[in-house]
């Protein structure tokens, strides 16, 4: 009795042991028809998301998996496939080979996106920048309470993505979050930033003390135009950048402004001449500026301290640029080219 006992525990053992090995085989085979071949179907894909494989792995212990990525591409898929664009001369079908490779394009572009989206959640922890999700519920609660109709709000969403509010709080509402509190820990910590801030602030008190503009963009101005007193010369509104197009239009011949924020740095503008050239309004205008730190800028500095491994067979991670990019030259140049031929194409817009 004792000998058929060890001999049954023997046998359960040994079977115990087969499926784990048969198990182990097939994830490993799995993982490298994805990984290796880059193959996709039905049985590949099932079990990639039964066990949420990674399509990206960031700093070794942050993961974005193929299910929050084929997630984001369906609701992506949904929204384009749902409209109607017939009324611009435009349909979208990824059906079609063409539909294919521009669907691959979104995707990448999700990829991209959510990467990021975890690079920016490990940077804010690391900072001791925390959202929970009561604070993403209250700031959406806040938002839709302005609206009135909360139950509008939850039927598009439903009907665009085929998301619930649970869905559009975790992949819209709180990445944003976390990027806003990130953006103003940088501002307010950045030494290169606040030293920019510091210096266009400085230049504006001497200018409200009655110093004269001309020198005092000698003195403070980090532009070209500087060593001629911040001289730019003529242009139209659509010339300049819409952070100075606007007030420079509606200012007064002899205005100066206070201080501008734009992309590229902290700007102090005069007006000092306005007419009409050519059927066009045109303002001739000098500035001081002073360059800054932006937060993509700053971000794509905090990456390079960050190892990023994508490991599909498609895609490689660009750490100079901060970006995923495609490994096959057909679909490099597909994309290179569907951006330059891009106008009106509805797909490439949004």
């Known amino acids: 009795m004792k000998h058929k006992d060890v001999k049954n525990k023997i046998n359960l053992k040994t079977i115990i042991i087969s499926i784990v090995v048969i198990f182990f085989v097939y994830i490993t085979i799995v993982g490298i028809s994805l990984y290796i071949f880059g193959a996709h179907n039905s049985v590949v894909n099932k079990t990639a998301k039964s066990l949420h494989f990674p399509v990206a792995i960031i700093g070794m212990n942050n993961f974005v998996t193929i299910n929050q990525l084929e997630d984001n591409l369906t609701s992506v898929r949904k929204f384009y496939?749902?409209?109607?664009?017939?009324?611009?001369?435009?349909?979208?079908?990824?059906?079609?080979e063409d539909g294919q490779k521009r669907l691959k394009i979104k995707e990448k572009g999700l990829l991209n996106k959510l990467i990021e989206n975890k690079i920016i959640e490990k940077l804010a922890s690391s900072h001791d920048i925390i959202i929970t999700e009561a604070m993403v519920s209250q700031s959406v609660d806040m938002?839709?309470?302005?609206?009135?109709?909360?139950?509008?709000v939850s039927q598009n969403i439903a009907s665009l993505y085929g998301w619930d509010m649970h869905d559009f709080e975790n992949k819209i509402v709180k990445p944003d979050m976390y990027?806003?509190?990130?953006?103003?820990?940088?501002?307010?910590?950045?030494?290169?930033?606040?030293?920019a801030n510091s210096k266009i602030i400085q230049a504006q008190d001497e200018l409200n003390q009655g110093a004269d503009f001309m020198n005092i963009a000698?003195?403070?101005?980090?532009?070209?135009?500087?060593?001629?007193?911040?001289?730019?010369?003529?242009?139209?509104?659509?010339?300049?950048m819409p952070e100075i197009s606007i007030p420079a239009f509606v200012m007064q011949k002899g205005d100066r402004s206070d201080v501008i924020e734009s992309s590229i740095g902290f700007h102090i503008i005069r007006i000092d001449d306005k007419q009409s050239m050519d059927g066009k309004d045109k303002v001739k205008i000098s500035q001081i500026i002073v360059r800054k730190k932006d937060f993509a800028g700053w971000l794509l500095e905090e990456e390079k301290n960050i190892s990023i491994f994508i490991p599909l067979k498609e895609?490689?991670?660009n750490k100079e640029t901060g970006t995923v990019?495609?490994?096959?030259?057909?679909?490099k140049d597909f994309e290179d080219n569907l951006m330059i031929n891009s106008a009106g194409d509805i797909s490439v817009i949004f």
């Open 143 to 152: 938002e839709i309470a302005q609206l009135n109709n909360i139950e509008n």
């Open 315 to 317: 895609y490689r991670w």
């Open 218 to 240: 000698k003195k403070y101005s980090e532009g070209e135009s500087a060593v001629v007193g911040g001289d730019l010369g003529w242009f139209t509104a659509d010339q300049m």
């Open 325 to 331: 990019d495609f490994v096959d030259q057909e679909m």
């Open 81 to 96: 496939e749902g409209q109607n664009f017939s009324g611009i001369g435009f349909r979208v079908d990824f059906k079609t």
């Open 179 to 195: 990027r806003e509190k990130l953006e103003k820990y940088m501002r307010e910590q950045d030494v290169d930033f606040t030293k």
